[in-house]
Nanobody, 127 residues
């Protein structure tokens, strides 16, 4: 069974950068798509970014495109989320998720497309 562990969260100021990591164990995730979601207090969990398996094609939510970059290192079984120009509205718990398949699709931003989730890492951006 795949286990995902996120790290790298913290308290930063608006305009700062953070890099989140998601380390997978219990199985290889190299052929699967991987994604980041986030959940702010009192809100539903929302899609942030995804990256396909094999071809590494990225997909971003409109509200992070141009500021966040998703990447992966399959040799380390790890996925990253580089977050630049952070805003207070980026404050949330960030979750890593493993896709059920390899490719991205019109449903990539749907939580139902992912079968394993990490416990999350908290990001707080102060103004």
């Amino acid at each position: 069974q795949v286990q995902l562990v996120e790290s790298g969260g913290g308290l930063v100021q608006a305009g700062d950068s953070l890099r989140l990591s998601c380390a997978a164990s219990g199985g290889t995730v190299s052929v699967y798509s991987m994604a980041w979601f986030r959940q702010a207090p009192g809100k539903e969990r929302e899609f942030v970014a995804a990256i396909s398996g094999i071809t590494y094609a990225p997909n971003y939510a409109d509200y992070v495109r141009g500021r966040f970059t998703i990447s992966r290192d399959d040799a380390k079984n790890t996925v990253y989320l580089q977050m630049d120009s952070l805003k207070p509205e980026d404050t949330a718990v960030y979750y890593c998720a493993k896709g059920k398949g390899s490719v991205l699709s019109s449903r990539t931003q749907d939580r139902g497309m992912y079968d394993y989730w990490g416990q999350g890492t908290r990001v707080t951006v102060s103004s």
